[in-house]
């Protein structure tokens, strides 16, 4: 019996051997030796982005990137590969880097992967699916503010869609936009057309804002099977090409309810306990970094949550751009006409885990 099993096992590991071996030679030479599939990079695409890990579209920029990418994913083409490096990768030679280019034919990727690993990164990888068994796999792409332009100039038959707050969409957006705020989808989403393959292109506050992928993912779970994300956002179309002509500034002197950008740091750094401060992001942004004093409460769940609440401070909501914030702000004015302390930032912002904050205020267009 016992010569039996051992001869089972030694079969066995002969049969994993030759499986090895063959999945060795099935991969072209120009492979890079680390690989992962769809099923690993899935999970790490989402915003705030996984600490420690960042994604590589090593395509052409303008040929390929601006025209549909990974969400989250940033632009380091090959060919820009030395110029382009030391910018835009991690200084943490321990950070995982993932990339990716236009599929198994595609050497791109693995020539940035190796590239990479001569620098000294320590944990590389290459996605060799790329971008098209990201897209056939059934998940959105995203695409740049240009392919967004290009695409309003020649007319083509899309639906452009605004998932910020209302407040945000009356001082500008992108012209032809319509607003739907994703805190509204649900009670909204008649505004989508019926045809469900028709194409749908979200944003919001840019990078950092999560608002565009939200919606996206809803819009899918509807049905639609066109779905696009512009998650460059508003911020990089007025840089690109300016703010909007059609907009309209909801006050003058100044942004409603938005607290003192320096007076808030100050606060922060000497008195936080003299504030109600809360956060009203998604947990996994609250998780990665938050200021000590604060309380989180999704801007989704604020309403239900805002009749039963104590306010004995003057409140600030925060949130990654202040979009969210100032939400939060006209929906406690709106449903608490009682509280008469509270403000928002209108500013993006950079939590660490350590509590601090990098806080750039938010520049009147």
């Known amino acids: 019996m016992r010569t039996k099993r051992l001869l089972q096992a030694f079969l066995l590991a002969l049969l994993t051997l030759a499986f090895a071996v063959q999945a060795q030679a099935a991969n072209p030479d120009y492979f890079y030796k680390h690989l992962v599939d769809i099923n690993y990079v899935k999970p790490l695409v989402k915003v705030p982005n996984p600490e420690g890990v960042k994604l590589i579209d090593s395509r052409p920029y303008q040929a390929k990137y601006v025209q549909g990418y990974i969400p989250t994913a ?38 940035s992967a190796r590239k990479a690993e001569k620098l000294g990164y320590k944990n590389v990888k290459v996605f060799p699916g790329g971008y098209p068994e990201w897209v056939k796999a059934g998940n959105y792409p995203a695409i740049g503010v240009e392919q967004v332009k290009d695409m309003l100039t020649k007319g083509e038959s899309f639906l452009l869609v605004d998932s910020r707050p209302l407040v945000k969409f009356l001082e500008g957006s992108i012209p032809g936009a319509i607003s739907l705020p994703d805190s509204t989808f649900d009670k909204k989403q008649g505004l989508l057309p019926a045809d469900k393959g028709a194409q749908l292109v979200f944003f919001c506050g840019g990078y950092e804002c999560p608002l565009s992928h939200a919606s996206a993912r ?40 938005a607290i003192n950008v320096e007076q808030f740091k100050k606060i922060l750094a000497e008195k936080p306990d003299s504030i109600q401060l809360i956060d009203v992001r998604d947990p996994d942004e609250f998780a990665a970094g938050h200021s000590p004093s604060a309380m989180n409460i999704p801007v989704n769940e604020l309403e239900k949550k805002l009749p039963g609440m104590k306010f004995d401070k003057p409140v600030v909501f925060v949130c990654a751009t202040g979009s969210r914030s100032g939400e939060a ?25 350590d509590g601090t904050c990098a806080i750039t205020e938010n520049k009147k267009k």
Request: glycine share 10%; proline share 4%.
């Open 74 to 111: 940033i632009s380091l083409p090959d060919s820009d590969f030395e110029k382009k490096a030391a910018e835009l990768l991690p200084k943490d030679k321990n950070a995982t880097l993932i990339f990716y280019c236009e599929g198994p034919e595609c050497r791109l990727s693995h020539n």
């Open 218 to 257: 809803k819009a899918m779970a509807l049905g639609y099977t066109n779905v696009k994300v512009c998650e460059a956002g508003e911020p990089a179309w007025v840089k690109l090409y300016g703010a909007s002509g059609g907009g309209l500034k909801v006050q003058t002197g100044g942004v409603e309810g």
């Open 329 to 353: 702000y006209y929906m406690t004015r709106d449903l608490r006409k009682d509280v008469k302390d509270v403000f928002y930032l209108e500013a993006t912002t950079k939590w660490s885990k």
